[in-house]
């Protein structure tokens, strides 16, 4: 292994425990509620993770354009308790970790609804981006997370 290779991966683990220590002390752009309760239980059911392709020039930009549009908007929706929002410099991919009370609360949420909000993101991603159409931070992974 190279010295840059030792480097590079030094870096990938640095950068996944600064992650968990962001989302273990709730120091993240979004508030954050603990997993665990002191009784044991577990205030989330369920986590969506998404990860979007977001090149460096546009980490302004997408970050812009979650406050105008999803952030508003999932702070109204029954269920939905706080995210966080994680940038990858190496593969240029933004993680979004999404935490809900109920996989129900979730689900429930109208396709038509979510399809909106997203259009709202796209045009304000298009707006700082200068892109004339299409979505300048497209979905690349879709998926969801349980808690221990």
Same mark, same amino acid.
């Given at each position: 292994?190279?010295?840059?290779?030792?480097?590079?991966?030094?870096?990938?683990?640095?950068?996944?425990?600064?992650?968990?220590?962001?989302?273990?002390?709730?120091?993240?752009?979004?508030?954050?509620?603990?997993?665990?309760?002191?009784?044991?239980?577990?205030?989330?059911?369920?986590?969506?993770?998404?990860?979007?392709?977001?090149?460096?020039?546009?980490?302004?930009?997408?970050?812009?354009?979650?406050?105008?549009?999803?952030?508003?908007? *999932? @702070? =109204? %929706?029954?269920?939905?308790?706080?995210?966080?929002?994680?940038?990858?410099?190496?593969? /240029?991919?933004?993680? +979004?970790?999404?935490?809900?009370?109920?996989?129900?609360?979730?689900?429930?949420?109208?396709?038509?609804?979510?399809?909106?909000?997203?259009?709202?993101?796209?045009? *304000? @991603? =298009? %707006?700082?981006?200068?892109?004339?159409?299409?979505?300048?931070?497209?979905?690349?992974? /879709?998926?969801?997370? +349980?808690?221990?």
């Amino acid at each position: 292994m190279t010295m840059q290779q030792l480097r590079s991966q030094i870096l990938k683990v640095g950068a996944l425990c600064l992650a968990v220590l962001i989302l273990l002390s709730g120091h993240s752009d979004v508030s954050f509620a603990a997993f665990a309760d002191p009784d044991g239980g577990y205030d989330v059911a369920v986590v969506e993770h998404l990860r979007i392709q977001v090149p460096s020039g546009g980490r302004q930009a997408w970050l812009e354009a979650e406050r105008g549009s999803w952030e508003p908007w *999932l @702070a =109204r %929706q029954e269920g939905f308790i706080g995210r966080d929002l994680l940038w990858d410099p190496e593969t /240029e991919e933004g993680t +979004l970790l999404i935490r809900w009370r109920s996989r129900e609360a979730w689900k429930a949420i109208p396709e038509q609804e979510v399809e909106e909000v997203q259009e709202r993101f796209e045009q *304000l @991603a =298009r %707006q700082s981006t200068g892109q004339k159409e299409g979505n300048p931070f497209p979905l690349v992974f /879709e998926g969801e997370l +349980l808690p221990p």
